[in-house]
């Protein structure tokens, strides 16, 4: 297939927007005559104007040739080997050229088993999701490279699978979720056949490693975008695959107040956590379940919370994010209507983090933030601690204790001496007086 070509003055794509790093690595494969391309994410969003989080380069050299030319390299993978080359705490991960398996099953299972043959550029290019990903960067001749029809998608703000999206989806149904990712990052539409394709093929979801689909939640959820994502999650119907529970409660939610809080919720974090970073984990999950919590005072006694994380876990969640989400949930009620018990949790080694995410969610619900500096000062003083701000709070100054006076030597010599007057003094001494 003849790719279409875009030169230097039909793309935006400029090298002072490429990392240093990324143009070293590209620079030295095309100097050993091996292609290099700038690939997938980063050219898309290079093509949009964004800076792109990280850059991936494919060449036509293997993996052994790429090591060969960088010392500051190492090879990882067991099914694909690829290399990462670190400048410091950065690394740059480079693959080779890859085409699409064509092993087939016969019961009709189309999920990937296999995918680490070389292949061409073009080969690599038709092996990847979605069209808007599949654009290559020429760091020789400064052209963009389009096998697949991602430009014209690109400017028409489409989301395309690459080939039939039925194949395409049951063959990763991750991709599923990578498409409504793209539509609420970017603000796209999917095509009509590949929205058509994700209503029908949902439930091949279940399929996939739950390793990969908590790693994709959060990527969806805890980034640029994710309460747009969470809504169309939901309009799909995959946040009932992912979290059960919370998509009954958005499908109530949205049915009562015509647009869902909890939507707000996790804007609210995305806000927070700035453009192009991911949000803390328990944070995010705390987002997610807080109006879920609240709507279900049940869930406040224990047993019925441990239930819902007990199927957290069981989805693969870690213990250790869905813990600091129950502590979290569970000072909220108290944060936002003070009661004894606030003072109790503000001594707690998790307040901190249960009331920056008050200080984030309160709007939502009507709180007032600026009332938790009274309630922590009382705390700090009671125990001695800071005062917020980092002002150090006054101890609570104790009463001395009232030493009790030891009897001189010969007081004690002389209750001894009464002592031995009414018992035998031993075998030597002298006996003791009989009773009248």
Same mark, same amino acid.
């Given at each position: 297939?003849?790719?279409r070509?875009?030169?230097?003055?039909?793309?935006?794509?400029?090298?002072?927007?490429?990392?240093?790093?990324?143009?070293k690595?590209?620079?030295?494969?095309?100097?050993?005559?091996?292609?290099?391309?700038?690939?997938?994410g980063?050219?898309?969003?290079?093509?949009l104007?964004?800076?792109?989080?990280?850059?991936?380069?494919?060449? +036509?050299?293997?993996?052994?040739?790429?090591?060969?030319?960088? #010392?500051?390299?190492?090879?990882?993978?067991?099914?694909f080997?690829?290399?990462?080359v670190?400048f410091?705490?950065?690394?740059?991960?480079?693959?080779?050229?890859?085409?699409? +398996?064509e092993?087939?099953?016969?019961?009709?299972?189309?999920?990937?088993?296999?995918?680490?043959?070389?292949?061409?550029?073009?080969?690599?290019?038709f092996r990847?999701?979605?069209?808007?990903?599949?654009?290559f960067?020429?760091?020789?001749?400064?052209?963009?490279?389009?096998?697949?029809?991602?430009?014209?998608?690109?400017? &028409?703000?489409?989301?395309?699978?690459?080939?039939?999206?039925?194949?395409?989806?049951?063959?990763?149904?991750?991709?599923?979720?990578?498409?409504?990712?793209l539509?609420?990052?970017?603000?796209?539409?999917?095509?009509?056949?590949?929205?058509?394709?994700?209503?029908a093929?949902?439930?091949?979801?279940?399929?996939?490693?739950?390793? #990969?689909?908590?790693?994709?939640?959060?990527?969806?959820?805890?980034?640029a975008?994710? @309460?747009r994502a969470?809504?169309?999650?939901?309009?799909?119907?995959?946040?009932?695959?992912?979290?059960?529970h919370?998509?009954?409660?958005?499908?109530?939610?949205?049915?009562?107040?015509?647009r869902?809080?909890?939507?707000?919720?996790?804007?609210?974090?995305?806000?927070?956590? %700035?453009?192009?970073?991911?949000?803390?984990?328990?944070?995010?999950? +705390?987002?997610?379940?807080l109006?879920?919590?609240?709507?279900?005072?049940?869930?406040?006694?224990?047993?019925?919370?441990?239930?819902?994380?007990?199927?957290?876990?069981?989805?693969?969640?870690?213990?250790?994010?869905?813990?600091?989400?129950?502590?979290?949930?569970?000072?909220f009620?108290?944060?936002? &209507?003070?009661?004894?018990?606030?003072?109790?949790? &503000?001594?707690?080694?998790?307040?901190?983090?249960?009331r920056?995410?008050?200080?984030?969610m &309160?709007?939502?619900?009507?709180?007032a933030?600026?009332?938790?500096?009274?309630?922590?000062?009382?705390?700090?003083?009671?125990?001695?601690?800071?005062?917020p701000?980092?002002?150090? %709070? #006054?101890?609570?100054? #104790?009463?001395?204790?009232?030493?009790?006076?030891?009897?001189?030597?010969?007081?004690?010599?002389?209750h001894? @001496?009464?002592?031995?007057?009414?018992?035998?003094?031993?075998?030597?001494?002298p006996?003791?007086?009989?009773?009248?």
């Open positions: 297939m003849i790719p070509i875009l030169d230097r003055s039909a793309h935006p794509i400029s090298r002072r927007d490429i990392d240093p790093n990324v143009l690595v590209l620079y030295r494969l095309a100097g050993a005559g091996h292609l290099a391309y700038l690939v997938g980063s050219v898309r969003d290079l093509m104007g964004r800076r792109p989080k990280d850059f991936d380069i494919a060449t +036509s050299a293997h993996p052994h040739q790429v090591r060969a030319l960088f #010392r500051n390299s190492r090879l990882i993978g067991r099914r080997r690829l290399v990462h670190f410091g705490p950065q690394n740059i991960e480079v693959a080779t050229f890859r085409r699409r +398996s092993d087939t099953v016969d019961d009709g299972e189309l999920l990937i088993r296999h995918d680490n043959t070389f292949g061409t550029p073009e080969e690599d290019a990847r999701d979605f069209t808007v990903n599949a654009l960067y020429d760091i020789r001749t400064f052209q963009v490279i389009d096998y697949v029809g991602g430009v014209a998608d690109l400017r &028409a703000r489409i989301v395309r699978t690459i080939g039939d999206p039925e194949i395409r989806l049951r063959e990763d149904p991750v991709r599923m979720i990578r498409a409504l990712r539509c609420a990052r970017f603000d796209f539409e999917l095509e009509p056949a590949t929205e058509a394709a994700i209503r093929y949902r439930d091949e979801l279940r399929k996939t490693s739950m390793a #990969r689909l908590v790693e994709e939640t959060y990527r969806t959820l805890g980034m975008g994710g @309460a969470l809504e169309l999650m939901r309009d799909f119907g995959l946040i009932d695959l992912l979290l059960p919370l998509g009954e409660h958005l499908r109530l939610e949205l049915s009562e107040a015509g869902s809080r909890t939507a707000l919720n996790v804007a609210a974090l995305e806000r927070a956590t %700035g453009a192009g970073a991911a949000a803390d984990r328990a944070l995010l999950l +705390s987002a997610l379940y109006d879920f919590y609240l709507a279900h005072p049940e869930l406040h006694s224990g047993d019925a919370m441990r239930r819902v994380i007990a199927e957290l876990r069981m989805r693969g969640f870690a213990r250790s994010d869905t813990e600091r989400m129950r502590l979290i949930l569970d000072a009620p108290h944060l936002l &209507a003070p009661t004894r018990r606030t003072l109790r949790i &503000a001594r707690r080694p998790y307040f901190a983090e249960a920056t995410f008050y200080e984030l &309160a709007p939502n619900y009507g709180g933030p600026v009332e938790l500096d009274r309630i922590a000062s009382g705390a700090t003083h009671a125990t001695g601690g800071a005062r701000g980092g002002i150090p %709070g #006054r101890r609570r100054r #104790r009463r001395p204790r009232r030493r009790r006076r030891r009897p001189s030597m010969a007081a004690q010599a002389g001894g @001496a009464a002592a031995s007057g009414s018992f035998a003094a031993g075998p030597d001494g006996a003791a007086k009989e009773p009248d």
